[in-house]
């Protein structure tokens, strides 16, 4: 049966055969996607998570006579609608594979491409560029600008700049960190109504990008320390809070 | 120890510890010393701290060299030579001068010796230790006037083991960090890191320890090891935090480290 035209299942006698019968229709119904594509591609594609974990745990790999046996069990063909052997299975499985690398490099790029444009938005801590329901903040002077150079031109394939905690710090000028698997922005440790160090009169803008980088980025490390006896101190509560409302 | 002469396509480096007495310049030194010999460097240790007795480099790295004199004028010659020396032999050097008024401040008062050496070729690293005081950035302030002793490689290095414990550290050096002196070294080009506190520093450098000893049970000089709960303390300092630190110092700023198990090879044939 191939996954273009999924022929409808013929209604199976007794207990175990219904349930087979719907075992097989939403195989079946999974597979239906690309024509392109063997419903063999689309199982695997489907199972990849399981069979991986089951892969790495073997030293042999997969046994794919034993699976191709179930496939044929299944309904589940090669492209050209015949039985898959062990070879087809295992070149389909390399296919698999290479496909969902492909998409998890296409994710990643898209998700490091948008913290990067949150991050050069000037106005990226204004409430109108907040999605979901915003609320007035407690304290009484509002978040300030986000101060800093002008934005590069966006670049197509820009590649993710966001910066892995413990690498070289000072020689990157983006204010992106990561702490615990999501991307923070340096800019939350800047002190309203305080004048910074960058602040001061006089400094080349150089300067001040230098200045505030390590300044941030010391303010970053001692938070990192401190934070240990109060996780609830106004940074986390902050971050929190930027969270929800990015993944809202 | 054999020296290898550098490439001639990379700087040699002086690195030069300063700051008041007791701020920890000569723990982030032997830390430094210890890790970077760790990793395949070779360098000339200096140790010109003649009034520390207790705990200098010395205690620590026996091949370092000493001034056999502690008289000043002494002590400046004695510099001098050394300088000399690392222009024409062109090795990677560290400086421990100690605190106080030391001869090192005298030379420099009397001669402009970061360009001189620049002209030679010379990377001059100056690494400031500071505490939480204002008093500490008084070496600071006094080095940056007037450009007397500020090259471009300057490394502040903020002690987080003096900070009391209990305190936040971002609360701790926060009247330092906005000061005028750290704005103006900014400015320059200096860089600024945090050496992370080892609660039971004292125990280790007291037993004539290394880290890595102290933290693999070693006994030290009193005969005892360190404590249960202090090994894995050193071991989380030594092996986590401090190598993030040493990471963000310029790579150039840094005696050249080569292959560790050379390094091995040569100090088991000696």
Known sequence: ?248 | MPFETLKRDRKPVLMIVVGRQRVGKTTFLNALAQYLRGHGASFEIWDADKMNATNNMSLFHREALQPTSVDPEDVKAWLEQRFTDLVERRFDAMLDVGGGDTPLARLVAEVPIVPTLEDEGVRVVVVHVVGPDLADLDYLDRFEQDDLFAPEATLIVMNGGLVLSGRGLDFAFQQINDHDTITRSLTKGARIVEMPRLACMGAVTDRGLTFEDAMNGKVGSDGRNLSLLDRPRVRKWWTKELPEMFRRIPAEWLPERGDPERTDRTAAAE
């Open chain 1, 1 to 248: 049966m191939s996954a273009e035209s999924p022929e409808p299942t013929p209604v199976a006698e007794g207990k175990g055969e219904g349930r087979r019968a719907r075992h097989h229709e939403r195989l079946l119904a999974m597979v239906a996607r690309s024509p392109f594509r063997s419903p063999l591609f689309w199982w695997l594609f489907e199972h990849h998570d399981e069979l991986a974990v089951e892969a790495a745990g073997s030293r042999v790999g997969l046994p794919w006579s034993r699976l191709c046996s179930g496939f044929a069990e299944a309904g589940l063909t090669a492209v050209d609608g015949t039985a898959v052997k062990p070879e087809t299975a295992r070149k389909t499985w390399q296919r698999v594979r290479k496909e969902k690398a492909r998409l998890r490099a296409q994710e990643a790029e898209a998700e490091a491409e948008r913290a990067l444009r949150r991050a050069q938005d000037p106005r990226r801590n204004m409430p109108s560029r907040m999605s979901g329901r915003y609320e007035a903040p407690l304290a009484e002077v509002q978040p300030r600008r986000a101060v800093g150079p002008p934005p590069p031109q966006p670049v197509s394939n820009l590649p993710a700049i966001v910066r892995e905690e413990g690498a070289d710090l000072p020689v990157d000028p983006s204010m992106i960190v990561m702490f615990q698997g999501e991307p923070l922005d340096l800019n939350i440790f800047v002190r309203p109504g305080v004048q910074e160090p960058w602040e001061k009169p006089g400094l080349s803008a150089e300067a001040r990008q230098h200045i505030k980088l390590t300044m941030l980025t010391l303010r970053f490390e001692h938070w990192k320390k401190d934070r240990i006896l109060d996780l609830n101190n106004p940074v986390d509560r902050e971050r929190k809070r930027l969270n929800a409302l990015r993944n809202a």
